[in-house]
């Protein structure tokens, strides 16, 4: 026998054979095994976004990022807030303040356009003085500024460096333009010096917060809401206030602004700290049922006693957060009105 035959046969004694079916080389061929359907990998879940301040924040700090609880309401709030400001069309815009004397009306004008200045960095932000009676907005935003309606139209250079020589500025990037100086001689603002001032802001300055007489017959109020592209309308949390600022929003009826009364919001802004919740609630309810957004500002301590106003800073969370919503209604309305005033020529001032 061939002495291949033992390897072949293996361990089996020479001269045997293993039977047929252990014969290796008389199995049949193995069948391939089916494999399993791909299945791609899943896509890594997004990390959850940070807490930036309170409880949350302590507890992720404590268990050195091991306990993420994410932010709270009030901070998803405030996102979503933002990035309706950050996102609403380029353009130039203009939103009128209105409401009678001791509302917190100017506070509220200064507040509204900080928020917007500090989140469109690329936009120049102007608050304009358009009070007759005494307006304190300078002081509000820039106690040192001192130029006026006549210091800017006596100003012959037409480059956004010679306007910004006639306004003041606050930290958040928010110019002015103020009325006349309490101190020394005082002199009357007509229709005709203010719409020649915003005729020169306008070519420079994106958006503009008109912080209008507390007098609707006003010849300046009037030529003011010309040209609004939004209105925030201020009152009280109290029954007497409110009862005003419905007055103010059928005069406007009255003399064909229906449309600007679609671009309003009302803002109850408790400014010493008394109002009632029952109350509020029913004049939130009552301004509601017209097709007005209602805002209601909270009591904040840094508000009350006059002075420049801090958004970033100084203002609590609580509040500033509430202006925030203020200032993405006030966006949501522009966005409705694509190009504002002509796009005039907004987005190409000179630095």
């Known amino acids: 026998m061939n002495p291949d035959d033992d390897f072949l046969r293996g361990d089996y004694p ?59 309401r009030a901070e998803r709030e405030e996102a979503a807030y933002e990035a309706a400001i950050r996102s609403m069309p380029n353009g130039g815009y203009k939103v009128g303040v209105l409401g009678k004397g ?34 304190r907005l300078g002081s509000r935003i820039d106690p040192r500024a001192t130029s006026s309606y006549w210091d800017l139209a006596a100003e012959a250079g037409q480059s956004f460096a010679d306007i910004s020589t006639r306004v003041g500025a606050n930290a958040a990037g928010l110019y002015v333009l103020v009325g006349e100086p309490a101190a020394g001689r005082r002199r009357i603002l007509d229709a005709a010096l203010y719409r020649e ?38 009152s009280s949390p109290w029954a007497d206030g409110a009862g005003a600022a419905a007055k103010t929003m059928e005069w406007l009826a009255d003399r064909g602004q229906g449309g600007l009364l679609q671009r309003t919001v009302v803002v109850l802004n408790d400014s010493d700290g008394h109002a009632d919740k029952r109350t509020r609630s029913a004049l939130t309810a009552q301004f509601l049922q017209h097709g007005q957004a209602v805002v209601e500002v909270p009591f904040d301590p840094h508000l009350r006693p006059g002075g420049v106003i801090d958004v970033m800073r100084e203002m609590s969370p609580d509040t500033r957060r509430r202006f925030l919503q203020i200032a993405a209604i006030v966006a949501h309305h522009f966005a409705s009105r694509p190009g504002g005033r002509d796009a005039h020529t907004a987005g190409n001032h000179s630095r």
Not at 107 to 122: D, E, I, Y
Not at 198 to 221: K, P, Y
Request: with cysteine; proline share 12%; net charge positive.
């Open 14 to 72: 020479h001269g045997t054979m293993p039977p047929p079916h252990q014969q290796p080389w008389a199995q049949p061929p193995q069948q391939p095994q089916p494999q399993p359907p791909y299945r791609y990998p899943a896509a890594p879940r997004p990390a959850r976004p940070r807490p930036a301040r309170g409880w949350r924040r302590m507890v992720l700090s404590a268990t050195f990022g091991l306990v993420n609880l994410g932010p709270s």
């Open 197 to 234: 001032a915003a005729l020169r802001l306008d070519r420079h300055f994106t958006i503009s917060i008109i912080d209008c007489g507390s007098t609707m017959d006003s010849a300046v109020t009037q030529e003011a809401l010309r040209d609004l592209d939004a209105l925030i309308v201020v």
């Open 102 to 135: 001791g509302v917190g009306k100017t506070t509220v004008a200064a507040s509204v356009g900080s928020v917007f200045a500090a989140l469109r960095r690329a936009d120049h932000v102007v608050a304009v003085d358009a009070d007759t009676a005494f307006g």
